[in-house]
Nanobody, 116 residues
């Protein structure tokens, strides 16, 4: 079993930046994908960005050019640098770990609020 520990959410003004991090409770072996999803009230949970342990990335259209996902393979920790934040980015952000050939895990979620 793996727990995902998220941190870095909070309140920020439009145009500001935040960095989220997500660390698993134990070392992950083999191939895996780590991702961030977000869910705003009354909306579905959508992919924000993902990264494989090889460094391949993919982004949702609404965050391209503003957000950057990175990974520290030694720590199995994934980071989401969010710049030029907009009120529409307000949501609960969830970390996701998909171990290839294994299980899928979710973090508890961290609130990001963009407001003046």
């Amino acid at each position: 079993q793996v727990q995902l520990v998220e941190s870095g959410g909070g309140l920020v003004q439009p145009g500001g930046s935040l960095r989220l991090s997500c660390a698993p409770s134990r070392r992950i072996f083999g191939n895996y994908v780590m991702a961030w999803y977000r869910q705003a009230p009354g909306k579905q949970r959508d992919l924000v960005a993902l990264i494989t342990n090889f460094g391949t990335t993919n982004y949702g259209d609404s965050v391209k050019g503003r957000f950057a996902i990175s990974i520290d393979n030694d720590k199995n920790t994934v980071y989401l640098q969010m710049n030029s934040l907009e009120p529409e980015d307000t949501a609960v952000y969830y970390c996701n770990l998909d171990i290839r050939g294994g299980n899928v895990y979710w973090g508890q979620g961290t609130q990001v609020t963009v407001s003046s």
